[in-house]
C-alpha cells in the first residue's frame, strides 16, 4: 500500500501490484483450506480411502496446481497459468465423482455418515484449493496482458 500511495504506478507497475494482493488472499485460503483438511485427517484418524480413490487423485492434481499458479507467477509463464486454468474442470469432474461414490456408498451401507461427510469436505476444500490455484493463474495474466481471463476485457 505504502508503493501505492507514494511510488503511483501506472499501467504494469499498478497492475503487478494489485495482482500481487489478490493473489496474496488466494494464497491464505489455499492455506486456510489445507489446515481444514489437515484437521478433519487427524480429528476422524483417517488414512488412505481405498473406496475414493479419486481423492488421492484430486490432491495430488490440486498440489500440482498450487505449485504451477506460483510458478506462473514467477517466471511469468502465460501459457503454464493457462495449463493450470484449463486443469479446474477436471478437479470439478473428480469432485463430482466423489460425490456420487459417497452417495453410493452411503446407500449400499457400506460408509457411516461421519466418515462420509468427511470426505466430502475433504474433496470441497480440494476442489475449493483447485480454485484459487486457478484464480492466481488467472491474475497471472492480468498482470502480464491486462486482461482478466473471468473479465474479458482490458481492465488497464
Known sequence: LR????????????RQISAALKMITDMERIGDQ????????????MNETNEINEIDKMA???????????????QRDLELAR???AQDDAEDELFETVKKKLMHLISAGDEDGSTAIDLIMVS???????DHATN???????????????LNTKVF
Not at 4 to 11: D, F, K, R, T
Not at 125 to 130: D, Q
Open 124 to 130: 470441497k476444500y480440494l476442489e475449493r484449493i483447485g
Open 34 to 45: 489445507a489446515s481444514d483438511i489437515a484437521e478433519i485427517i487427524i480429528y476422524a484418524g
Open 60 to 74: 495430488s492434481a490440486v498440489s500440482k496446481m498450487v505449485h504451477d499458479s506460483v510458478a506462473s507467477y514467477v
Open 83 to 85: 495449463e493450470v486454468i
Open 136 to 150: 492466481i493463474a488467472e491474475w497471472v495474466i492480468y498482470m502480464e496482458t491486462g486482461e482478466h481471463p473471468d
Open 3 to 14: 508503493l501505492l500511495l507514494q511510488q503511483q504506478p501506472v499501467a504494469r507497475d499498478l
